[in-house]
């Protein structure tokens, strides 16, 4: 059985960082790309980030671009999103997602498996 367990979230102020894990089990994880996807209040679901390539090519939506950090240890079978200048905005529900590589990572249609999420709030 595959599981997909998110930890991390919490409440910070603007501008605070916070690193979000994602630990998978059940599964074959270096066959997997891994994605972040959020749903803020009231809002559909939403794409964050991506690997896109085995080989540690990432994407990034637009508006988290530059803050925000994919990075995965497949050792420990384990995604992260290093949230770094946080902002009221990226207050959500955050998800972790498995596909197969070679599948588009923008498409939620596309992900296999995902996670429970995690809450995220940014408020001062």
């Known amino acids: 059985q595959v599981q997909l367990a998110e930890s991390g979230g919490g409440s910070v102020l603007p501008g605070d960082s916070l690193t979000l894990s994602c630990a998978a089990s059940?599964?074959?994880?270096?066959?997997?790309?891994m994605g972040w996807f959020r749903q803020p209040p009231g809002k559909e679901r939403e794409y964050v980030a991506a690997d896109v390539t085995s080989g540690g090519l990432t994407h990034y939506a637009k508006s988290v671009k530059g803050r925000f950090t994919v990075f995965r240890d497949n050792a420990k079978n384990t995604v992260y999103l290093q949230m770094n200048s946080l902002k009221p905005e990226d207050t959500a529900v955050y998800y972790c997602?498995?596909?197969?590589?070679?599948?588009?990572?923008?498409?939620?249609?596309?992900?296999?498996?995902w996670g429970q999420g995690t809450q995220v709030s940014v408020s001062s």
């Open positions: 059940g599964l074959t994880f270096a066959r997997y790309g």
């Open positions: 997602a498995a596909r197969p590589y070679g599948s588009s990572f923008l498409m939620r249609s596309q992900y296999e498996y």
